[in-house]
């Protein structure tokens, strides 16, 4: 285990300071700064015209302030400059930004006051999240800033950037859409970026270096290698043009948010303000590593909480974020999960707050301080339901297969995941206590691809068949309970070339593979079907748990195929009662009904959406082969 310096006055009761005004807070008029170190004794902030200079043109001390914050009022307009800080703790010396800090210089050599109305797009005032009634409402689409356009065939011309998310009219190699205009052909209602907040890992000035970006540096700036100048004010606002033409599209954007572990420990702005506060540590000095990448984030400790949360706040407040996925949820502590719900509420009841109910390894909190499926009952936030996923198609990277790619032991998970992992009745029911608290899914960036998968489990099938398992595992997705997720890409097959952890294996590996999408058409209209018939029909969509058990009902099958109707308009959906069938099998099934019922088909094994592919008047439903199918009545 690695050591770190910690000293034990910082933990004193006195030092836990309450305001929101931490950090560096600009107007054309002054620019007041707020620091806590509550162990130095001398603090100087040093301002520089450019962050390359060697020396500063302006040194001023910061005045002991109240509960360990440090304080100085800059008169005159300072924004466009950079500054460090000079910490002296008596026994050392150090220069360092302010985990606070809202602008930074490339590769976070400085820090940077910033004018934030500089870096407003035209009509930023009137900018507003996307509006959903409930977060079951929501379709997540989960995308890599850099993955998104990188192809030679995106047809977008800032490949790699924030500004692709801005260009309208693309296409791709055979003039079928891309981009946005994709995303909207698509129908999804959110994009989930993976970090877009400053990490470490790649060189913001030598751009072709890759990275998902798992490693934070300075949680409270966009990353500088997606904007075209990594300097001043750019990252800043085109980050705020991405989102702002993505609300006038009508698409949502959550950050994946990774307040678990940074990337440098000795070397990071909590570690050189506050020594050994921000880290879980053993006998005082030995760090924890729960994350798996060398130390732990204390979240449980009040001046991190704090930090988190103004953190999350100020996203919320400055960017317009519509949601945050919360990465190894599992290491933060479970009274920071209920704040963040509670503050991010405060300012918007819609946003939508998930996250990983798991830890690389357990994490170094007492039980009552943990976080395990169950623990957001009834708590306005949700999980990532790895069962349910398994269940479907089998295990992450292996040859385990699931209930699409021919285990169909799995029946019985299916079905809890189906009815969104609520309390249904005696042996269908699991963690959840409304269906917004799971999100459903079968791939995601982690692991390999779901087509991936499907091809390593099933190389022995026909790719007709696999392309079937595929269209099956993610219809599973679609018509249940919950709030449905997946990887982007996927509705082209997305392939990694069967990398799992493509983390820095290079565009050629992770990008979306835009020709994909000529070659695979007829799958993309079906995933763009389910998404229609979900948006459409509220009865896929139940917000409570009594309604999910007065308004579905399994149908008695013949073998491993499941099926389950809707009854009686069902969240108040048009249609009367609507059936839905997954058979897994390779062979026919058949579900009979205690009367005839006039059907409509509006899924079966090539075509899903809202129009009726076929009608019958039968008292039975018979299914082919690796195929679900949606029928209703009127
Ligand atoms: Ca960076």
Known sequence: MNIIELQEDVFRPEFIYHGNDLGVNYTKENTKILLWAPTAEEIKIEIYNYYKNKDPYEVFDLNKNINGTWKVNLEGDYGGKYYLFKIDFGSKIV????????????????????????TNPDDWQKDKRVNIKSPVDAIIYEVHVRDFSSSPYSGMKNSGDYL?????????????????????????????????????????????????????????????SYANNSEGYQRISEFKKMIKSLHDNGIGVIMDVVYNHTYFTEQSAFQKTAPGYFYRTVDNCYLTNGSGCGNEIATERPMVRKFIIDSLKYWAKEYHIDGFRFDLMGLMDKETVYNIEKSLHNIDPNILIYGEPWAASPPHLKDYQKIYKGIQRNHKFGFFNDSFRDAIKGDTNGFVTGYVNGKFQTYNDIKRGVVGSIDFNFEVKDFAYKPEETVNYVSSHDNLTLWDKINKSMSKATEIKRIKMDRLAQAIVFTSQGIPFFQGGEEFLRTKYGNHNSYNAGDHINQIKWERKSLYYETFLYYKGLIKLRKKHSAFRMREADMIRNKLEFLQGEDAAIGYMFKDHANNDKWRNIFVIYNPQHHWTRFWLEKKYNFNIVVNETKSGTDILHRFRADNIKVPPITAMVLYTD
């Open 95 to 118: 220069k360092t930004i302010d985990p606070y800090a809202k602008g930074l210089a490339s590769n976070s050599e400085m820090g940077l006051i910033v004018d934030f109305e500089k």
């Open 164 to 224: 692709a998310f801005t260009e309208n009219n693309t296409v791709n190699n055979q003039g079928l859409s891309t981009g946005i205009d994709h995303l909207k052909e698509l129908g999804i209602t959110h994009i989930h970026l993976l970090p877009v907040f400053d990490y470490a890992s790649v060189d913001e000035e030598i751009k072709y270096e890759y990275n998902w970006g798992y490693d934070p540096h300075f949680y409270n700036v966009p990353e500088g």
